[in-house]
């Protein structure tokens, strides 16, 4: 049986996640989103709110194994206040080879949808309308719904038909965020160099999660 959808109120975020190099962009982007929905939600003096989220995520069975080796139990990375962070695997998550979830229908469709790290094979199962899956078929409805859709791709180099792909998907709607952390906050380690993208992922999608200022 499929989970209820939250309340039309709440903004509901489905996170993806696919067998490409970089889990560590889906770990943080997950917990950014975890500690911004705990965030007080009660209007402020000046008459805004935090808003409500509700964050679902998905996996494919490669996903897994690559989540498990480049972040395995064993391995951490320091965070901003020097203090280790396990990222184990989310045991609550979806099930992708499922079309029963509400997010596989135009009238139950998330509201933001983040594919990352996303594959080209992904990408060019969701340019051609192949949905073979539950988040090639999630993506589609985002498409076709209108809602957003963040796609951040991790490959190097591109060949021409990635790109062809990619353009595809840029026209029918899609936003295209390439996997390139920027340096200008001078990151003083990977933490926090991960951290200021997986914040800048979140604000294209329209997430109003603050931006760190590193020194």
């Given amino acids: 049986m499929s989970k209820p959808t939250p309340p039309s109120t709440t903004t509901k975020i489905l996170l993806a996640v696919t067998g490409a190099s970089g889990q560590i962009y889906a770990a943080r982007l997950a917990q950014l989103i975890n500690e911004y929905a705990q965030t007080d939600t009660s209007p402020t003096p000046t008459g805004s709110a935090v808003p409500a989220l509700h964050l679902e995520m998905v996996f494919t069975d490669t996903a897994k194994i690559v989540w498990q080796d480049e972040l395995n139990h064993t391995t951490t990375l320091q965070n901003t206040n020097n203090q280790q962070t396990p990222y ?10 499922s079309y ?3 997010y596989a ?10 594919i990352a790290p996303c594959t ?4 060019g199962r969701i340019a051609s309308g192949a949905t073979t899956d539950l988040i ?10 209108r809602r957003t859709l963040v796609i951040v791709p991790r490959e190097n180099p591109l060949n021409l038909i990635h790109l062809r792909n ?10 295209i965020a390439p996997a390139s952390p920027s340096f200008y906050t001078h990151p003083q ?6 951290d200021t993208f997986a914040r800048r992922i979140l604000n294209i999608a329209g997430i109003p999660i ?4 590193f020194e």
Avoid: C, F, W
């Avoid at 603050?210 to 200022?213: E, H, I, S, T, V």
């Fill in 88 to 97: 184990p695997l989310p045991t609550n998550t979806i099930d992708n080879n």
């Fill in 100 to 102: 029963y979830h509400p």
């Fill in 105 to 114: 229908s135009g009238s139950n469709a998330a509201d933001i949808m983040i």
């Fill in 120 to 123: 080209m094979g992904t990408i």
């Fill in 136 to 145: 090639s078929r999630a993506a589609d409805v985002m498409l076709k719904e």
């Fill in 166 to 175: 990619l353009t595809t998907l840029a026209q029918a709607g899609a936003i």
């Fill in 189 to 194: 380690n990977l933490e926090e160099l991960i």
């Fill in 210 to 213: 603050p931006q760190p200022r």
